[in-house]
């Protein structure tokens, strides 16, 4: 398809356990960003990859989430020993980096976790 | 830091009536970007508008507007003529217009809920 992607859309996970979620980014879009949105708040910032640069992990929560973008492309969020805080919905967004400040980001749907 | 404050956790509005919804921010900033997203129930963040700090003229994007008030720090998202598909929730951000500082940061979002 053209739009972001993100797979799985649902995943119920036991607490302790570790998680993967993954993004298909738009083709050619160099940014990718995660975000996370928790019931009836905004959206929290976690990591943001552009092009080869080092990426911004200034808004990862705690040292059991971790992010890796595989070949400028596929973005894996891999979260470790999840707790039941960590349930949220995790939105994936890629966008062209261009004019300074005018980042028009297109959003996946999201994946949906939860942690028992 | 940046700060993104929406005031209306909730609004009702008539069908065909025009909505304004409530941005205010607060950064350090010089130059910014502001922008407005739509989150109907799927989950997907649609990008709806964009307005750069040093734009002298407030953005129009078909029925979205944003008025733009620098000097109170405010930008507002005005909906006219609303329509049924236009019941969601709308999210106020922001972006520093440095190079390479593109995440956005989010407020806590409007539902809007258009009634026949």
């Known amino acids: 398809g053209a739009g972001v992607s993100q797979s799985p859309s649902n995943k119920v996970t036991e607490k302790g356990k570790d998680v993967e979620l993954r993004c298909d980014p738009i083709s050619g879009h160099t940014a990718l960003y995660w975000y996370r949105q928790s019931l009836g708040q905004g959206l929290e910032f976690l990591i943001y990859f552009q092009g080869n640069s080092a990426p911004d992990k200034s808004g990862l929560p705690s040292d059991r989430f971790s992010a890796e973008r595989t070949g400028g492309s596929v973005s894996t969020l891999t979260i470790q020993r999840t707790q039941q805080e960590d349930s949220a919905v995790y939105l994936c967004?890629?966008?062209?980096?261009?004019?300074?400040?005018?980042?028009?980001?297109?959003f996946g749907s999201g994946t949906q976790l939860s942690v028992l | 830091a940046q700060k993104i404050t929406q005031t209306q956790p909730g609004m009702f509005v008539q069908e065909k009536e025009a909505v304004t919804l409530d941005c205010t921010y607060d950064t350090s900033d010089p130059s910014y970007g502001l922008f407005w997203y739509k989150q109907p129930s799927s989950g997907e963040m649609i990008f709806l508008i964009y307005?750069?700090?040093?734009?002298?003229q407030n953005a129009t994007e078909g029925r979205y507007s944003l008025n733009f008030q620098k000097a109170r720090k405010s930008a507002n998202l005005v909906i006219s003529a609303s329509q049924l598909g236009d019941s969601a929730m709308y999210f106020c951000a922001m972006s520093s217009a440095l190079i390479g500082n593109e995440k956005l940061t989010f407020g806590t979002g409007t539902r809007l809920t258009i009634i026949p």
């Open positions: 967004a890629s966008s062209l980096v261009g004019t300074a400040g005018a980042e028009k980001l297109f």
């Open positions: 307005q750069g700090s040093y734009d002298q």
